[in-house]
């Protein structure tokens, strides 16, 4: 089963609103219950989060820990990912990243205003753009990322504009999943295994290393060139691992 973050992927914008999608980590977790009853299952064998994903299976996990057995983790976030956002290596002092956070948030609440209005157009037309292409192409060269990494980034950044729903959606989604976890995602019984990429700009590999010291059952997988997006860039790897999350 995978369950989608409410409000994204909407096909058209026949149903476009600027008003705020309710996308909370708290809600996330109901969502993922009300599938679970939907379908009459009592129980997971396995939950795999990616990135803020795995935030909200960290949370389902502390709220209903006897309904899943093993947790399996991309890149994942710890949470507040706006004041660790572009940090890579090592988080800032936490007063730095409040106030990274907070011009962060100012920022992207501005964006929102200029959804509706032509500039809009004229973001996704440079979006989809070749220059756009190649100052990912600098960055990922720059940054040591694997040479296919500018491509996956890039169609990334497409599905963001593939509407304007779309767009308001996604921004929602960033500012709502910017808050702390609670204490007791961190310290969960459950088995874990954590992959990361350590040069990850979106959520940094420390996010990793915290929940490989306070989970008591997990194993931590560093990659050295991985990215955030590490199924595609490292294929055979992390299906072997992901196997052997499955079968043991």
């Not at 409000?7 to 914008?13: Q, R, T, V």
């Not at 440079?126 to 996956?152: H, I, K, R, T």
């Not at 304007?164 to 609670?182: G, K, N, V, W, Y």
């Amino acid at each position: 089963l995978v369950p989608n973050y409410r409000g994204l992927f909407e096909p058209n914008d026949d149903k476009f609103e600027t008003s705020e999608v309710s996308i909370t980590v708290k809600e996330c977790v109901e969502d993922i219950e009300t599938i679970m009853k939907h379908c009459q299952l009592a129980h997971i064998e396995g939950l795999i989060g990616w990135s803020t994903g795995a935030q909200v299976g960290l949370e389902f996990a502390a709220k209903c820990p006897d309904k899943v057995s093993k947790l399996f983790l991309f890149n994942p976030s710890c949470g507040e990912t706006l004041h660790t956002a572009l940090q890579p290596f090592f988080p800032l002092p936490q007063h730095v990243g409040n106030m990274i956070s907070r011009r962060m948030t100012s920022f992207i609440v501005y964006l929102k205003t200029l959804i509706p209005q032509p500039f809009w157009n004229k973001l996704k037309k440079f979006n989809d753009s070749v220059v756009f292409f190649s100052v990912l192409s600098v960055f990922a060269f720059l940054g040591g990322f694997p040479p296919e990494q500018p491509s996956y980034f890039h169609e990334y950044m497409k599905d963001a504009f593939k509407t304007r729903s779309q767009t308001r959606a996604l921004l929602d989604l960033i500012l709502s999943l910017d808050e702390p976890m609670s204490a007791a995602c961190f310290k969960l019984e459950h088995s874990t295994t954590i992959l990361s990429g350590i040069p990850d700009f979106l959520t940094g590999v420390y996010h990793s290393q915290r929940l490989e010291k306070t989970l008591r059952n997990s194993t931590h997988i560093p990659f050295t060139m991985g990215s955030h997006f590490l199924l595609i860039e490292f294929p055979d790897d992390v299906s072997k691992e992901l196997l052997h999350f499955l079968v043991n």
